[in-house]
């Protein structure tokens, strides 16, 4: 986490984190000291509980205070000399002044828990960071290229676009490729998140960090190691994470006020009760001293970042690319959702979605629709022969076959002359048709093929773009979560009015050019506010940038989407739209709850330290440690936030 301030232990130089000067080190060499100077701590207490204050006794207690707070100090100093006051210079301060008054115990125990404050801190950041570390495990180093004739393992960075290698069962995939012969399952969860392995046979692309599951394949190699997908990904998440929103700016300037105000504010409880009032200047010191900890901004400078980071790293696992906390913070604000409808609420792909019959049982208007088109490679051909497999309806064997470009085909089917195609193809063949059929099934914004048999329409087969998985609940349950949602699309007015309908969507726009989708965008930001743009990254790139988050679907192998977008699903899953509408409002929860406990605890242990009811140890272990490890604890809750599975698509 980047933080301005000097809040966690960090020296800066210019406004940026110095992490060799971190007070503790990721290693046995700031556990050691710490857990030494512990030790030394519970003789000290325990020699001054038995048999009070004692030379012996109060030299283990300056040991501790050294062993624990020599760093701080060091720090606090250097940042004091740069005109910048510290949360270190802070605690300095207190265990100095808890000493020249008397009270050892209280100054070795100030120093002693805000070091375990501290490592808590790191525990957060390297726990929400997990991510990062799960995928830079996940780079393989070498990759097992064929070579003269034979097998070679070569490290990854020496591998080139071109060079084939082969994965055995258990393998990584080393690089990004296209599989060229054999096939296999692949388990791709650690890029996007899906937990079913995919299928890969040749010409299927393949990804860098995801596992070979059961078969021998040979790829060919198509990016250079330092362009996959994953490192893609890796580089994403780490720009992301060192990003700020809003919220997190505005925490930073208010510490960087807050702390010199804490100190003036402690000077005055310390110097004018004595001076005005002839109070005690031992008992005041010690209360000045006590808010001065008190009131070290710790848990409120975490609050944001730990959050934003875990929800950052839990999106990432979840197949979800968030390329900013500020980003996590809009989508919590965003009440209008815009959708693109080809490739984000369809598929582009035509299904069946109905058989009428006329004269003939449906399942025969199936078999001879299915024997006419079996050997054509369009759309419409292809969903027909999908159906029929579907239902096990076999092909049959034509004869005398005819082909009427765009229209339809003729053959012959068990011995009778049959033909399907559209109603202008059967207008041409004088085929008689059954009135209003077709109006009404195309005023549904379906594609209709009729089916005759002997020169008699025997029934009619009804096309549609399929819709995407859970569609219609994702679309229900974000209308849940007071969210307008919208449709803009370049198709014709009665296709889009048809999807609509089906979605239950709260509008649509039809017959939209790629600037006409900017212009739609701004119109819904004059009505609702901030705006989420959801599209393929492709054609759409317009409407993403200029929507407040652009949400790119089907991210994985598209550099045009992860450039383009705020926020890229790596999978085409609408399901995760709502995950990410969930992540972001419980993530903005979080917050308000970590920023809310920080202020109200130490506000609370402030007043009982300025009635005297609260000690130096007491406000160090729950105004600063106790309450960073609460803020901790809540903001890596996100991580239980999954994202959900919807049924399969829609194919009638």
Known sequence: MDHSHDDHGHDHDDGHDNKGAHVHEHSEGG??????????????????????????????????????????????????????????????????????????????????????????????????????????????????????????????????????????????????????????????????????????????????????????????????????????????????????????????????????AVILLAMLVAIVPPLLLGQPLRVWVYKSLVMLVVACPCALAISTPVAMVSAISSASMNGVLVKGSTFIEQISRTKAFAFDKTGTFTRGELGVTDVVSFTVPEREVLRLAVALEAKAEHPIARAILERAEAEGVEVEETTEFRAFVGRGVEACVDDTTCCIGNLRLFEELDIPVVNGVVDELEGQGKTVVLVSQDNCTVGAIALMDRLRAGAVEV???????????????????????????????????????????????????????AVAMVGDGVNDAPALAAADVGIAMGAIGSDVALET???????????????????????????RENIAASILVKLGVAALAFFGLASLWMAVAVGDMGLSLGVILNSLRLGGIRARTYGADEGA
């Open 31 to 260: 556990l050691i000291p710490l857990a030494v100077s512990g030790i030394i701590l519970a003789l000290g207490l325990a020699l001054r509980y038995l048999y009070g204050p004692s030379l012996p006794s109060d030299l283990l207690l300056v040991a501790t205070m050294v062993l624990s707070g020599y760093k701080i100090a060091e720090i606090g100093l250097r940042g004091m000399l740069r005109a910048h006051i510290s949360i270190n210079l802070l605690i300095s301060i207190a265990a100095v002044g808890a000493f020249a008054i008397g009270h050892l115990e209280e100054g070795a125990a100030v120093v002693f828990l805000f070091n375990i404050a501290e490592r808590l801190e790191d525990y957060a950041a390297d726990r929400a960071r997990h991510s990062i570390e799960a995928l830079m495990e996940l780079k393989p180093e070498v990759a097992t290229l064929r070579r003269n004739g034979g097998e070679a393992v070569v490290p990854v960075g020496e591998v080139w676009p071109g060079d084939i290698f082969v994965l055995r069962p258990g393998d990584r995939v080393p690089l990004d490729g296209v599989v060229i012969e054999g096939a296999s399952s692949v388990d791709q969860a650690t890029i996007t998140g899906e937990s079913a392995p995919v299928s890969k046979q040749a010409g299927d692309d393949v990804y860098a960090g995801t596992m070979n599951i059961d078969g021998f394949v040979g790829v060919q190699v198509t990016k250079l190691a330092e362009e996959t997908m994953l490192a893609r990904i890796l580089e994403m998440v780490e720009e992301a994470e060192e990003s700020r929103s809003p919220t997190e700016a505005f925490v930073d300037r208010f510490a960087r006020i807050y702390t010199p």
């Open 475 to 529: 679309v229900s349950e974000l209308q849940g979560m007071g969210v307008h949602v919208e449709m803009l699309t370049g198709d014709n007015e009665v296709t889009a009015r048809a999807i609509s309908d089906r979605l239950g969507l709260d509008g649509y726009s039809a017959h939209l050019l790629p600037e006409e989708k900017v212009a739609a965008i701004e119109g819904l930001r004059e009505r609702f506010g």
């Open 565 to 591: 977008a705020d926020v890229a699903l790596m999978e085409d899953d609408l399901g995760r739209i709502v995950y990410l509408v969930r992540l972001s409002a419980a993530t903005m929860g979080r917050i």
